[in-house]
């Protein structure tokens, strides 16, 4: 591979956004693709060093797909990505991999190296305890040294210094409430406030095929299995996870990450929790109790769906999973924000009656774009109250559509 960073070297580019961090992000780069996620392959360690070492070395506006499948898979210049989507399966197992590795605890408290769904740019977030953080402003001068000046100064020369302070100082306070109008502004920071202003940093609880699979043994287990692809973690539970843990991050929380199967209810009474997945989560299938309207998987065999807890009997939105999922005309999400009066903690649920469903769960809790028409048109009294969403996706060959909202509900 041209262009790239032997491994181990600490050679600095001086262009380079990360030019002092080369050392802990390469560090970092080799933990991971010498764990258990990435040691058995050899076509994902390539791929995650390749777009890693040249973020780091400030050419991450020449990650694209085309020059990516000839560098990191020895495709020809005439490559065409609508007959060969490697790169596109490779990004989205990098991103499965990457969650597996960051699902232990013994990570928690890593660096870590993230792929946002859509790029090929890696995300850095320096989470460690002492780790490098932006160097602090150091005024030019001594406060003191300032007043010395200033009372040196002629009274002309100390009237100008004085307006052109005060102008400064009009300045910084517009500057000031420009950035708090842009944040308060925020949808992103408007939904998702309640875990940004906790002083806990929330638990993110995916579930996992290993548990369904477990408790549905002759149960459609055979349409689970398929659905799986036998992986541990259901990959749009990882997408879902991906994007919130990002979102997250990039408005300076972090989130522990954790699978269903080692995770307590103590642990759940201890801090905010979001819950991803409905089915492979027996956490979010649990805690569903609370909402208006759950998920609830095999109605009839083979038939999910949401329905009405005042009126089980019938269901509101049915996915029919006994049909290919090419076939599959409309997936459906449940977003949900609530006090938990079994735990006593913020819980929000991400979860979809299919596999696209919670992907389109994810994309509308991470999109400012979704997030800012979800609040246009919001009952009053939203941002304070238990809140429930319905999502609808349309599904084309398979794949899920921009998520619409279709029902909500406040108590």
């Known amino acids: 591979m041209s262009g790239t960073i032997a491994s181990g070297t600490t050679a600095r580019d001086a262009a380079s956004p990360f030019a002092e961090r080369y050392e802990a992000v ?5 933990r991971i693709v010498q764990s258990a996620a990435f040691c058995n392959s050899k076509r994902y360690p390539r791929f995650l060093r390749y777009i890693v070492e040249q973020t780091l070395l400030g050419r991450a506006d ?19 990505p609508t007959t060969d989507p490697i790169v596109r399966v490779a990004a989205g197992e990098i991103r499965k991999r990457l969650a597996q590795y960051y699902v232990e605890h013994s990570h928690d ?17 320096f989470l460690a305890p002492g780790a490098l953080s932006e160097p602090a402003f150091t005024p030019e001068a001594p406060i003191e040294q300032i007043h010395s000046s200033a009372s040196a100064l002629s009274g002309a020369t100390l009237f100008f210094w004085l307006r052109r302070t005060t102008a400064v ?71 879902a996870m991906d994007r919130i843990s990002s979102t997250l ?5 972090t989130a522990t990450l954790a699978s269903a199967h080692s995770t307590t209810f103590d642990q759940l009474c201890r801090r905010p929790v979001i819950l991803i997945g409905g089915g492979p ?30 009126n089980p ?59 800012r028409e979800f609040i246009q048109h919001a009952p009053p009294g ?3 109250r238990n809140l429930e969403i319905i999502l609808e996706t349309q599904m084309i060959n398979g794949d899920s559509g921009p998520p619409h909202v279709i029902s909500t509900r406040l108590w």
């Open 313 to 371: 009997s019938k269901l509101l939105w049915t996915v029919n999973f006994n049909q290919p999922l090419t076939a599959i005309p409309k997936e459906y999400s449940v977003v949900a924000r609530f006090h938990n009066p079994d735990t006593g903690q913020l819980t929000l649920i991400a979860a979809g009656v299919g596999v696209n469903g919670e992907v389109a769960a994810g994309e509308f809790l991470t999109n400012p774009e979704y997030l």
């Open 26 to 30: 390469l560090a970092q780069l080799e």
């Open 109 to 125: 408290s890593e660096l870590r190296i993230q792929l946002a769904p859509g790029s090929y740019v890696p995300e850095f977030h």
């Open 281 to 310: 989560n027996p956490w979010t299938m649990r805690e569903m109790k609370f909402l208006p309207l759950r998920l609830v998987r095999n109605f009839a065999p083979g038939i999910n769906g949401i329905l009405d807890r005042n």
């Open 382 to 384: 939203w941002q304070d």
């Open 169 to 239: 100082a009009a300045l910084a306070v517009s500057i000031v409430l420009l950035a708090w109008w842009v944040r308060s502004n925020n949808p992103i920071r408007q939904f998702w406030k309640p875990f940004l202003s906790s002083p806990d940093s929330p638990l993110l609880c995916l579930g996992d095929w290993a548990y369904l699979l477990s408790e549905n043994k002759g149960e459609n287990s055979a349409l689970i299995e398929a659905s799986a692809n036998h992986d541990y973690l259901p990959l749009g539970d990882v997408e």
């Open 62 to 80: 020449l990650l694209k797909e085309r020059l990516l499948a000839i560098e990191v898979f020895d495709r020809s210049s005439g490559y065409d």
């Open 249 to 253: 991050a990039r408005a300076g929380k």
